[in-house]
């Protein structure tokens, strides 16, 4: 009856992807007689330097997600894809890897083999993870607006290994709700709930119930945790599924996340080390892209290099922000503060390559050296925006309650905001990073933000 966590699935494809790589490296080497050479390193020393290089791709490029896995065709180019990135990464890496760039059929070798048993296992986990005894079946308590916000996440956001049977509620509807893309069934009253624990029909209860528990649930609830199925609150488990926190929760938040965020002294001290260092290597580099970029701008027209804009801090204290002007000039002389957006005309054509590759927020290095941003952290907003968001969105401030980022958690994670309802998704991602902020996390966006830019993928 014991059902797979989504973490201990996603475990077992990362287990599953680093092996395929760990067997073509020990067979290659193997046959190429590299193991017996004295001056080589030990082979342990070549596998663990593969091992953090492809677990550090697989978790970065988004390789481990699960609805992607689920599919035997996108799982096996998912996972192919983060392969070959992998082996590019290992053979660049001097010292502490194989010596395979010798021969360069044995570089072939590591890396079409180490692609083929990568593919064949991500198609063989996609059709063994749809199997009935592995399949996660939900039952949500509760009918009301909770239980259909997750029975879409689940819908959307998970593979067909996942399947919602249906709610139960004293007070539910009597018919099928629709849920996005979903179908919420009525399965019953709470009473429904023990045949339902008898006849083994489900693994997994959510709890999505408003107010106070029923004591008629609380039972039932007691129940299926001795029969082996696990018990989730709704909120824990989008947070899980989603990587954000429903901002509907943050009053709750904001109780039991605010008062910790500046006693963690290790991290911020770590932190603030590794905003130095980037700060000063970051004004490096913008000190060098200033000449092409000079040259750019001005082919393409006048206007100033550089663009500066109020935006608020930590605390709301307002500071200058500085960034390469990606914008035609005086873009906002009529109408004031407006959103930006996928194809704005406003921006232009040297400005919108600026955008996809996110040069144009490399002088905030100098902020980030100044101490009025850090490297990670939610983005800093105007301050004419944040007034209208507090109004629409309730505790939207606790995000400037840490140093503003760079790059951050909602940016890697979600589209450019171009509209207040774009803005509580990544706000639900900036309470996500609040939540669970850590130097692992830090070091995790700082990843995806290079997959980002190296795949163009900015806006």
């Known amino acids: 009856m014991n059902v797979l966590h989504l973490a201990e699935r996603r475990l077992i494809l990362l287990v599953g992807d680093v092996t395929c790589g760990l067997v073509s490296l020990l067979g290659v080497t193997w046959f190429a007689g590299i193991w017996g050479n004295p001056d080589n390193l030990p082979v342990a020393v ?14 970065a490029s988004d390789a481990l997600d699960p609805r992607q896995a689920s599919n035997p065709f996108s799982g096996g180019f998912g996972g192919g894809r983060a392969w ?9 890496v001097p010292y502490l890897s194989a010596p395979l760039l010798a021969s360069r059929y044995v570089v072939l070798q590591f890396v079409l083999s180490g692609l083929l048993l990568r593919v064949a296992w991500r198609i063989l986990h996609a059709v063994l ?4 005894r592995l399949t996660t079946r939900y039952v949500i308590a509760g009918c009301g607006p ?37 179908v919420l069934r009525h399965l019953g009253d709470f009473g429904t709930l023990e045949s339902l624990i ?19 649930l609380q039972r039932q609830v007691i129940e299926a945790y001795e029969r082996g199925i696990r018990v989730v609150p709704m909120p824990a488990l989008y947070e899980s599924v989603t990587g954000r926190v429903l901002a509907e929760y943050a009053r709750d938040f904001w109780a039991t996340t605010l008062p910790h965020l500046d006693q963690d002294w290790a991290y911020r001290l770590a932190s603030r080390a590794a905003d130095i260092v980037a700060g000063i290597t970051g004004l490096l580099v913008t000190v060098c892209l200033i000449p092409p970029v000079f040259v750019a ?3 393409a027209g006048p206007g100033p290099l550089f663009y500066r804009q109020v935006r608020l801090g930590k605390n709301g204290a307002p500071f ?9 000039p005086d873009a906002e002389a009529v109408g004031g503060a407006q959103w930006s957006h996928s194809g704005d005309m406003r921006v232009t054509g040297v400005g919108r390559w600026l955008r996809r590759i996110r040069i144009d927020e490399f002088p905030q290095f100098w902020n980030i050296l100044r101490g009025e941003m850090a490297l990670v952290g939610p983005r800093p907003e105007r301050p004419e925006l944040v007034e209208d968001l507090e109004e629409a969105i309730p505790f939207y401030r606790i995000r400037l309650a840490v140093r503003p980022g760079l790059t951050g958690w909602a940016q890697v994670k979600a ?16 309470l996500y990073y609040l939540r669970n902020r850590s130097v692992y996390l830090d070091l995790l966006i700082v990843l995806k933000t290079v997959v980002v830019v190296l795949g163009l993928r900015g806006t």
């Not at 070549?46 to 978790?59: N, P, S």
């Not at 070959?84 to 660049?92: D, I, R, T």
């Not at 200058?320 to 035609?328: G, Y």
């Not at 589209?415 to 900036?430: G, I, L, P, R």
């Open 146 to 182: 909770a239980a259909s916000g997750i029975a879409e996440v689940i819908a959307c956001d998970l593979g067909p290994d996942h399947v919602v049977l249906g709610c139960v509620d004293d007070t539910g509807p009597a018919s099928t709700e629709p849920a996005g893309r979903a």
């Open 415 to 430: 589209s450019y905001a171009s509209s207040a309802a774009d803005t509580v998704v990544k706000f639900q991602y900036d």
């Open 46 to 59: 070549w596998c663990l330097t593969l091992v953090a290089i492809d677990a550090t791709i697989l978790r």
């Open 320 to 328: 200058i922000i500085w960034k390469f002007r990606s914008m035609v």
């Open 198 to 216: 008898a006849e083994r029909r489900f693994n997994t209860l959510i709890l999505a119930t408003a107010g106070q528990m029923p004591a008629r």
């Open 84 to 92: 070959l990135l992998s082996a590019l990464a290992y053979l660049a």
């Open 129 to 132: 993870m749809r199997q009935v």
């Open 297 to 299: 701008m001005r082919l």
